[in-house]
């Protein structure tokens, strides 16, 4: 069993920066990857972004791409999103993700995090 929790969101005028943190615990030994998710008022979940454990490996959506950066820190058992230049168009709820594969550049979750809100004013 996997338990992830996400920290670091808020409210933040457009242009602002903010990063969230997701804190994984539990056995990894299942886990490949780690990503984030975003849901916005009214729409499906979509991936952000993800990172292979290793760190070597990571994808971006276009909406996101050169503006959020993913990190890990292994030894801290730790995922960040690092957010920069947001938008109105960035507010949702955002979601920690750990899964055991990628394919098509998108995380395949198995487990997911409660999720911390993020909203940019403009």
């Known amino acids: 069993q996997v338990l992830l929790a996400e920290s670091g969101g808020g409210l933040v005028q457009a242009g602002e920066s903010l990063r969230l943190s997701c804190a994984k615990s539990g056995s990894t030994n299942d886990i490949y990857a780690m990503g984030w998710f975003r849901q916005a008022p009214g729409k499906e979940r979509e991936s952000v972004a993800c990172?292979?454990?290793?760190?070597?490996?990571?994808y971006y959506a276009d909406a996101v791409k050169g503006r959020f950066t993913i990190s890990r820190d292994n030894d801290k058992n730790e995922v960040y999103l690092q957010m920069n230049s947001t938008k109105p168009e960035d507010t949702a709820v955002y979601y920690c993700?750990?899964?055991?594969?990628?394919?098509?550049?998108?995380?395949?979750?198995?487990?997911w995090g409660q999720g911390t809100l993020v909203t940019v004013s403009s």
């Open positions: 993700a750990a899964g055991s594969s990628i394919q098509g550049g998108t995380l395949i979750p198995t487990y």
């Open positions: 990172i292979t454990w290793s760190g070597r490996i990571s």
